[in-house]
């Protein structure tokens, strides 16, 4: 499981002003679907640099971070985030409860028997946890085919880990699983997951940063990573200098159950 992968889970902090410059945002329609009505509390797990946060609190949000690393909680700072330093897991609510809460990109680095059970002690009645993350690919056929050969070139370990269609697939493995822990915790009414498509456009050193912010070729040995990157490079030379990137959002929506149909589940029924 990738949150027992603590160099990897901890590098973005690394580079978290290149991460913040180069990772996409979060599309309108999700903030819509995952909001409850009316004032709005929101926690963050794995605020990272703000980048979900930021859209809830120009929703009127009142809403706070929490992320592992000092250097990225730095930059959501600078948005006016307030961060709390800490793994989720060990994070101290002291008494706070929450309407809504969200994890943006980090769900998958926080340890999945725990943090369920975490996210339901500070729901209030009725709270909602939404769990969500990008997949992209580029729209051009032959440069997500130069995507792909490079991934399996350079970082066969990564085994879809990054950009392209074999990602697409680790990720619905990976949100199957999830899906499996919040429903196994026993605290929330079963989940949706609700996929939210859209395009976005950037130039080739954007799209580059982009494959270079992500935790497995970032650990690369900087030849190695500049070798893959070259290769890729090449192949954006033969579709223009802006990319078209398929992009859908993939979000876990659960709703905190009341006492009464809340259950005990047994993970290995699952």
């Keep these: 499981m990738l949150h027992l992968n603590r160099r990897r889970a901890e590098t973005f902090g690394e580079y978290a002003d290149e991460y913040d410059r180069a990772r996409p945002t979060y599309p309108v329609a999700l903030v819509d679907a995952v909001l409850p009505e009316g004032d709005c509390r929101v926690l963050d797990v794995g605020c990272g640099t703000g980048k979900a946060a930021q859209l809830f609190r120009a929703r009127g949000c009142d809403v706070v971070g929490v992320e592992i690393d000092e250097r990225m909680a730095a930059v959501a700072r600078r948005r006016g985030i307030p961060v709390e330093v800490s793994p989720f897991e060990t994070w ?142 090449e192949a954006i030379g033969q579709v223009g200098s802006t990319i078209a990137l398929n992009v859908e959002t993939i979000c876990i929506l659960a709703e905190k159950a009341a006492p009464e149909r809340a259950t005990t589940a047994d993970f290995s029924a699952h």
């Design 92 to 233: 101290e609510p002291t008494g706070r409860t929450f309407d809504l809460v969200v994890s943006g990109q980090a769900w998958h680095w926080v340890d999945p028997s725990v943090a369920p059970a975490k996210a339901a002690d500070v729901l209030t009645a009725n709270g909602r946890l939404a769990a969500f993350r990008n997949y992209e690919y580029p729209s051009d056929a032959a440069l997500a085919a130069a995507v792909e050969d490079a991934y399996e070139r350079f970082a066969p370990e990564l085994e879809g880990s990054g950009i392209g269609r074999t990602a697409e697939r680790r990720h619905d493995s990976q949100t199957r699983e999830h899906v499996r822990w919040i429903d196994a915790c026993g605290r929330f009414a079963p989940c949706t997951v609700e996929r939210f498509p859209w395009t976005w456009e950037l130039g080739r050193d954007e799209f580059l940063d982009l494959i270079g912010t992500h935790s497995g070729v970032a650990l690369f040995p900087q030849d190695r990573r500049d070798a893959m990157l070259a290769v890729i490079a």
